[in-house]
């Protein structure tokens, strides 16, 4: 029966830790299998505790919660409170319609009436995976270094790192452009206005404080100067991918 519906998902699905709260038995051995084919890593429970000690070590990528849970909504709310990027689908009975509406306000995105199916549940799972990756990022990361463009804070680790408005208006805008030569021009545009002229100069006072933030010698592997040309946001392989909020701000190199 799964392999029916598996037929028509894509087998690139992301990988992604995904929360079934509630369906217990028979259904939620079916879910888990079944998210388990399309490359999700699906972790099972049924309390709210269970829940908590889940979402406190990370975000999920989805939670699927069965409405039929007597503590559904907070283990919504909860989910939502961990992160505003987690994908909520909740399972509910047809005739449960005010709880439906509280369960979309609490801050869920979709749900499957029952008797489940498990091909529909598939389908909102992968509608809610098209809508993510259209949706503007608001955490820019590599390595350890994190980029928060929602509460405009940045990170080393667990780490604030203490930047100035300017400072982190020019960290933004070379991790938006990875792998990429910003020019000191186009810098000086972004950040204080098109008359640039004459104030490349005060663009290298503010990446050698910037880089002292970051940690010098991490930050010169990350921020690498070209000469003649700019400065270049380097994520190396090792390091893994880089998400960044939204493309082209900032340009290349002139």
């Given at each position: 029966?799964?392999?029916?519906?598996?037929?028509?998902?894509?087998?690139?699905?992301?990988?992604?830790?995904?929360?079934?709260?509630?369906?217990?038995?028979?259904?939620?051995?079916?879910?888990?299998?079944?998210?388990?084919?399309?490359?999700?890593?699906?972790?099972?429970?049924?309390?709210?505790?269970?829940?908590?000690?889940?979402?406190?070590?990370?975000?999920?990528?989805?939670?699927?919660?069965?409405?039929?849970?007597?503590a559904s909504l907070d283990v919504i709310r909860a989910v939502r409170t961990s992160s505003d990027n987690t994908g909520i689908v909740f399972i509910t009975r047809p005739e449960n319609v005010q709880l439906r509406r509280s369960a979309l306000m609490a801050g869920a995105d979709d749900f499957v009436l029952k008797p489940l199916s498990m091909r529909e549940l598939m389908i909102r799972l992968e509608a809610l995976e098209v809508r993510a990756r259209l949706r503007?990022?608001?955490?820019?990361?590599?390595?350890?270094?994190?980029?928060?463009?929602?509460?405009?804070?940045?990170?080393?680790?667990?780490?604030?790192?203490?930047?100035?408005?300017?400072?982190?208006?020019?960290?933004?805008?070379?991790?938006?452009?990875?792998?990429?030569?910003?020019?000191?021009?186009?810098?000086?545009?972004?950040?204080?206005?098109?008359?640039?002229?004459?104030?490349?100069?005060?663009?290298?006072?503010?990446?050698?404080?910037?880089?002292?933030?970051?940690?010098?010698?991490?930050?010169?592997?990350?921020?690498?100067?070209?000469?003649?040309?700019?400065?270049?946001?380097?994520?190396?392989?090792?390091?893994?991918?880089?998400?960044?909020?939204?493309?082209?701000?900032?340009?290349?190199?002139?």
């Amino acid at each position: 029966m799964i392999h029916l519906f598996m037929n028509d998902m894509q087998a690139s699905t992301a990988n992604g830790r995904v929360l079934v709260v509630g369906p217990d038995g028979e259904q939620g051995q079916t879910i888990c299998e079944g998210l388990s084919l399309v490359s999700y890593e699906p972790e099972s429970c049924t309390t709210a505790s269970e829940v908590q000690e889940i979402l406190e070590q990370g975000p999920c990528r989805i939670a699927i919660v069965d409405l039929d849970l007597p503590a559904s909504l907070d283990v919504i709310r909860a989910v939502r409170t961990s992160s505003d990027n987690t994908g909520i689908v909740f399972i509910t009975r047809p005739e449960n319609v005010q709880l439906r509406r509280s369960a979309l306000m609490a801050g869920a995105d979709d749900f499957v009436l029952k008797p489940l199916s498990m091909r529909e549940l598939m389908i909102r799972l992968e509608a809610l995976e098209v809508r993510a990756r259209l949706r503007p990022k608001t955490l820019l990361e590599a390595g350890d270094l994190r980029v928060d463009l929602s509460t405009r804070k940045a990170f080393r680790g667990e780490r604030q790192l203490a930047l100035t408005p300017t400072e982190f208006r020019i960290l933004e805008i070379l991790m938006q452009n990875p792998n990429r030569v910003v020019s000191r021009q186009t810098l000086c545009e972004l950040v204080w206005s098109p008359e640039w002229e004459g104030m490349t100069n005060v663009i290298e006072v503010h990446m050698n404080r910037l880089r002292n933030k970051i940690g010098r010698r991490e930050a010169h592997q990350l921020i690498v100067t070209v000469r003649g040309q700019g400065y270049l946001f380097r994520v190396p392989e090792e390091d893994g991918h880089l998400e960044w909020a939204s493309r082209g701000l900032g340009g290349s190199g002139r």
